[in-house]
Structure formats: C-alpha cells, structure tokens
C-alpha cells in the first residue's frame, strides 16, 4: 500500500503535473479514499490559508465547518458501500472553512482519478466570496432602484421589443390590482385597455424612438370618471424597449374645469348686470300700466263711473264683457309675468353685484333656522311639493360660529336647500325623500353638506350646475342662477369652496367649506 502511494505521489510530483498544478487560479485538493489530504496546492494555500506541510496526511474535514464534517465522511463510505455517486463528477455550492475558523462560499467539483489502481479523489475549489458580494451589491442596488419606482406616485410598466411587461411598480398593482408577478410577460395593452393604445403603437414607439403621449384619457371607476395621462418613453442606450409612465390628473382636470366655469361666470356678470337694468325699466313700466289698467275700468271708483257717465257708458256692462272675455283674466297674466320677470332681475343682479358685504359673527345653527324657514314659506306658497312628506335631518355641530354675510350664506343655504327639495319631491317613487344638513369643523374650515336621495345627476349635468342660466327644470321652474348664485357667494365673497357629488339615482351632496374667520370679497 504505501509502495503504491509512494507511487501515487511520484505521479503528482512529475514536473509537468506540478508545474500545472501549482499555477491554477483554483485551489486543487487530492484526498485518498479514507479522505486524507495527499496534494494541497498553493491556491489552495491561499484559500484556506493553511500551508501544504500543515495539511498533507490530515482528514479533508478540517476544510468543512463543523455542520457538514459528519456529512462528508458518510459520502465516501456510501460511495464505496453502494456506488452512489452523491458529489462525485458534479459542481456545487458549498461553504469552506479557513484556519481562522471563518467561513466563505466556494464553488466545488469532486471527480474520481485511478492512478495505478489507487483511487483518489480530486477537488477543485473556486472562492465565490467576490462574486457573492457583487451579487449582494447587485441585488441592494436593484431592490433601492425597485423602491425608488415603487415611491413614486405615478404608474411605471417596463416594456421589452414586443410591448410586454417587465416590470411592475407598486402603483400600478394599485391601479390594477395585479402584482408583479403576475403582470410580467403579459401585453400593456391588454392590462390598460381604456388607454386606447395598441401593441402596434407601443413597437412603433420603440423602433422610431419618438415618444408617444396621451392626456386626459378618460377612464370609469365605481361610476365615477377618472382621467389618466400617458406618456410611453422608448429606452436609450442597447436596451431594446420602452417605458409607460401613467398618471391619474382627475384632480388637475377638476381644478381646470371649475377654472374655466368660474371665468366663463366672471364674463356673464357684466352682462347680467347690464341686461337687469336695461330690463328693469320696461317691466315697470309694463306692470304699472296693468294696475292702472285694471283701476280705471273698475265701477268701484267715482271718478271712473263720472268719465264713463259722461259718455254715456254703463261701466257695471264693461266690467261683465271683460268678464266674460276674460280681459281681466289676460291683465293678470301680464302682471304675474312681470313679477317673475322683476324676480329673474332681482336675481340677476344678486348674481353681478360685487360689493364688500357686512360680516358678522353668527352660529350656522341660526343661519340654517333662517334658510329652513324661507323653504317652507316658499314652498308653501307655491304649493307644488308636499314638504310634510320630506324627511330633514340636521347633524353636526351646528354651534359652530363663523364670520360671513349673513343674508349671503343664508341665500347659499336657501338655494341648496331649494334645489334638494325640487330633486326629491320629482322622485314620484321615492317612498321616503330625505334631506340631511350636516356642520363638520375642520380646523379653520367649517365644512357644511345638504345632501339629498333624490334623482340625481348624471356627470355632464353635473359638471354644469354651477354655471349661470344652466337648468334642467321645466320653464317656469328654475332660471338658472340659484346655484351660479351660490357659487359666486361662496368663491368670491368668502374665499371659500363648494362642489358637488352625485351620480344618477343616488341623489346629490353639495359641500360647502367655508373658512371660520370670514373673508373679504375679491374684486
């Protein structure tokens, strides 16, 4: 036996072999069959940072941490027992362990070489120490670039050649409700429909490097529309492929529309003006001539019975021919219509005028006594809606005290309250109308809601309710202004806010924010 090993190490120490082994870049290590080191060459050396004089006739275990010692003797007794090859002509990962006692990770591969029928095993050992910490440097700075993506607000999709997903952020798993790794692989055409763009856009986006964008996509969530800008970026550099950036601009789109609304509102209110006391003038005029029409053919005045006398007329006879030409009946047509002609005015100039108001300090708890108090005298008198079969409930903290123009937000509230009982009472199926009034505090805010379960609105109506002589009441109903009005009062008089809520058959909530401390108005 030891002839043989004798002879065995004649073969390592053959100048060419040595010459090979002692250059390789990766440690070499030959055990015999009980696993003793016979060769331990000098990057081995290097690695493990034992010298071969140290190591040579000594079990391989001292190279393997105590966890995986047992493990190793047991391979090469089953190997010999059974044939089963366990490590043998195969690489793994394994962990080795220096003469420090520190561990590391290596790559290892074991063959079996017969040398003048003397079985040994070869192991070649390559530390893996830098291309795990590179690994590690690569995996932190990929998961840092995944949370700067994942940050951001706005939906970001990865795209290869062929328009599919490559990568997903968290926003776009919000938006979606589809992780990533789901998402990945699938077409972003398929998975954004409403965007409206094809497959066929997104590669020409890539092969002719112009970016492709889209603003204001209108897209349907729970009934309420949102809008969404897209804008698909193709890469730089040898990256075949693109980038969609989306974002949701329902806000800014909001804010735009009411900045559109609110100047064409600034614009009407010269007019209105102009056109109320230009109106003015002739409906006085017309409504004084009815009146006197109506008293100089009444037989109750002496001095109508002494003219007619005097031409021998029988005023008693005049009266019954008027009666029964309904002469009388067509005066009082001209004289209701000029009153409500003087109403619309009236409203018209409440519209444009742009006076600085008197604040007081009120409670909303008064100004809603007040508004609550017109409605049902106002209703009453027309006579058109039940009020006794609509519900009002009325929370919050009504306590809260607020300096504005007390006739003003008292029109605000009359009018809103108007219009919610006009919605309800029209719901002829509606077994229980219901109006709540409902005062939140909110800082420096006051926060007042009237919120109706009546017919509702759909999203073009709704966008509108706000501008002058918009209505979609019959004629005679509403003329348009009540909401313009209380708009106006609102914004400019109190620097305050009002919107509204709604969808079609799921009534309407009007929020008004007011700021407690009063404002001035803005001329």
Same mark, same amino acid.
């Given at each position: 036996m030891n002839s043989q090993l004798e002879s065995c190490a004649d073969f390592w120490n053959d100048i060419k072999i040595r010459c090979i082994v002692e250059n390789v870049v990766d440690g070499i290590i030959i055990i015999d069959v009980k696993g003793r080191i016979r060769l331990f060459n000098p990057a081995a050396e290097r690695l493990f940072g034992y010298t071969a004089n140290e190591l040579i006739g000594k079990n391989v275990n001292v190279l393997i941490p105590p966890g995986d010692r047992e493990r190793h003797d047991g391979y090469i007794e089953r190997y010999f027992r059974t044939g089963e090859k366990h490590i043998l002509a195969k690489g793994r990962e394994v962990e080795g362990q220096r003469r420090d006692g520190s561990t590391f990770p290596m790559y290892l591969s074991v063959g079996e070489i017969n040398i003048n029928e003397i079985k040994c095993f070869i192991g070649i050992t390559h530390d893996l120490s830098a291309q795990k910490a590179a690994s590690l440097q690569i995996a932190k700075a990929s998961e840092f670039m995944q949370a700067i993506v994942d940050s951001t607000p706005s939906i970001l999709v990865g795209l290869d050649n062929q328009g599919r997903v490559t990568h997903w952020n968290q926003s776009a798993t919000k938006e979606r409700n589809l992780n990533a790794i789901d998402a990945v692989g699938q077409p972003f055409a398929e998975l954004f429909p409403f965007l409206g763009v094809t497959t066929l856009d997104l590669l020409q986006v890539i092969t002719t490097a112009i970016p492709l964008k889209r603003t204001g996509v209108?897209?349907?969530?729970? %009934? =309420?529309?949102?809008?969404?800008?897209?804008?698909? /970026? !193709?890469?730089?550099?040898? /990256? #075949?492929?693109?980038?969609?950036?989306?974002?949701?601009?329902? =806000?800014?789109?909001?804010? &735009? =529309?009411?900045?559109? =609304?609110? &100047?064409?509102?600034? %614009?009407?209110?010269?007019?209105?003006?102009?056109?109320?006391? &230009?109106? #003015?003038? !002739?409906?006085?005029?017309?409504s004084q001539g009815c009146q006197n029409i109506q008293q100089r053919i009444s037989p109750d005045l002496d001095v109508n019975q002494k003219v007619a006398k005097k031409f021998g007329i029988d005023l008693l006879k005049v009266q019954q021919y008027f009666i029964e030409r309904e002469i009388l009946v067509l005066l009082d047509g001209i004289q209701n219509a000029t009153t409500r002609c003087s109403h619309i005015v009236g409203e018209l100039l409440d519209y444009s005028r742009r006076h600085v108001s008197s604040f007081v300090e009120i409670s909303l708890h008064e100004l809603i006594d007040v508004a609550l108090y017109l409605i049902r005298h106002d209703f009453s008198l027309r006579g058109s809606i039940d009020l006794l079969r609509i519900k009002i409930h009325r929370t919050g903290d009504e306590t809260i005290s607020i300096r504005c123009d007390k006739i003003a937000i008292e029109q605000v509230l009359f009018n809103l309250l108007r219009n919610a009982v006009q919605s309800v009472g029209s719901c002829v199926n509606l077994d229980t109308p219901e109006i709540t009034i409902k005062v939140m505090d909110d800082n420096e805010l006051v926060q007042i809601e009237v919120t109706d379960n009546g017919i509702g609105m759909c999203e073009e109506v709704a966008r509108r309710v706000f501008e002058p002589f918009f209505t979609t009441k019959p004629i005679g109903v509403g003329t348009g202004l009540g909401l313009a009005v209380a708009y106006f009062i609102v914004t400019n008089q109190h620097n305050g806010e009002i919107k509204l809520i709604t969808s079609p058959n799921h009534g309407a909530r009007f929020i008004v924010r007011l700021p407690k401390q009063g404002a001035t108005s803005r001329n």
């Open positions: 209108a897209h349907l969530v729970d %009934s =309420e529309t949102r809008y969404m800008d897209l804008i698909v /970026f !193709p890469l730089t550099s040898h /990256f #075949n492929g693109a980038v969609a950036r989306i974002d949701d601009v329902t =806000e800014r789109i909001r804010i &735009e =529309e009411i900045m559109v =609304e609110t &100047e064409k509102m600034m %614009s009407v209110t010269g007019l209105a003006a102009g056109t109320a006391h &230009e109106i #003015n003038t !002739p409906l006085s005029i017309i």
